[in-house]
């Protein structure tokens, strides 16, 4: 059993990456994706099945498309259409009633070029990006790679051969949901947008997602290039196809540390953190917190979750997010989200108390906070325990 990391004041350091991980091997998944040798000639939302691989052991390379970072939305290029209509009128009109050459020549020719960048604006950006160097994911060997526009490097973000993680997270209406990978080689993330009826359509893959609040920064899934890694529902639901093949307990895991460099580890039976694992099969007893300390001449709201079993004792804390959802509208309410949903906003919230002891706390991100109470709440608690939270 580890020894407790003492003298922490501030708990919410910058997390760092895991340690190295002891490397092991997966049998090949199914094919699904589609060749990254066709992703010149294919549409960029096409998730097709690829060819087979030569060898059993060299699955088939994959590409996933990502999608455009802000598209401008049809609303704001019709805007562009309607203001370079006045811009016109009034060159017309300066040309039939200036009575200076100067103001009659040169004022117009102003406004015919302001309406005619707005309309090229509009233009180019509802104009798909270039076929030859889009941007995308690509999934080759054991190797998840980053791959940006043109001649812009490779980033990798995930190693298939070790252990890895993939947390999923959502929004309360679940409209957004960012796939958390991680591994020894770091932490990444992976987002997709769904509307109506991709919902209907990948419910069982919402259904895995643990929702966060809305106002959350990491569900912008910002990746090492500084742009956002989106892709279409298709895409990520077959990304996901993939990773689960090749591991099939990775939708239950994440492999991180915490902000003094210990290993924090959830794997589907076991949780690690402060250097002590808890026996997710065995009783154990938890509660959610919340607590404020003063952080100079502010103050500061943290979340902390409470678990003991036996005689491991730690606390688990994080900023405290917005305990409720962005309501869409006036008639919007908590009844519209599903049980899920609800589930987890209850998981958010905990009864004021003391801020805990300094050697007791284990400082987490966030994101996190949710996922790990939700294995909580799912583990036996002693007959003295409240009950668990229910939608």
Known sequence: MGREAKGQKDPLEAVATLPAIEARAHEPPPATGWPAAQRADGPASDVAAGSPSDSPSSPAPRWFDATAPDPAPPGIARSR???????????????????????????????????????????????????????????????????????????????TRERFGVTLLATPRRDRVVALLSSSAGISSIGASFD?????????????????????????????DGEPISLDPAALAALLDELTARSPGCLDRFLVTDARGAALSLDGLELRAGGRVFDLTAPLEWRAFVFQEALGQ???????????????????????????????????????????ALRDLRLMQGSPESPPPADQRVAIDRLLMVPIRSALDKAPRPAAQAPRARA
């Open 81 to 159: 259409r309607l203001w370079s209509i006045p811009l016109l009128v009034a060159a017309l009109v300066l040309v039939a009633t200036a009575r200076s050459v100067a103001v009659r020549a040169l004022l117009p020719l102003a406004l015919v070029a302001a309406a005619a960048a707005l309309l090229a604006r509009g233009r180019r950006r509802l104009l798909p990006p270039a076929r030859a160097s889009r941007r995308g994911l690509s999934l080759d060997g054991d190797q998840l790679v980053l791959q940006g526009d043109g001649g812009a490097p490779r980033h990798a973000l995930l190693a």
């Open 196 to 224: 109506g009826p991709s919902r209907r359509t990948f419910a069982a893959l919402l259904d895995r997602a643990s929702v966060v609040g809305s106002d959350e920064i990491g569900l912008e899934a910002i990746g090492p």
């Open 298 to 340: 502010a103050i500061a709201v943290y979340q902390g979750t409470w678990v003991r079993q036996g005689t491991s004792e730690i606390v688990l804390v994080c900023l405290l997010p917005a305990m409720t959802p962005a309501l869409d509208g006036p008639s919007a309410s908590l009844g519209s989200l599903d049980r899920g």
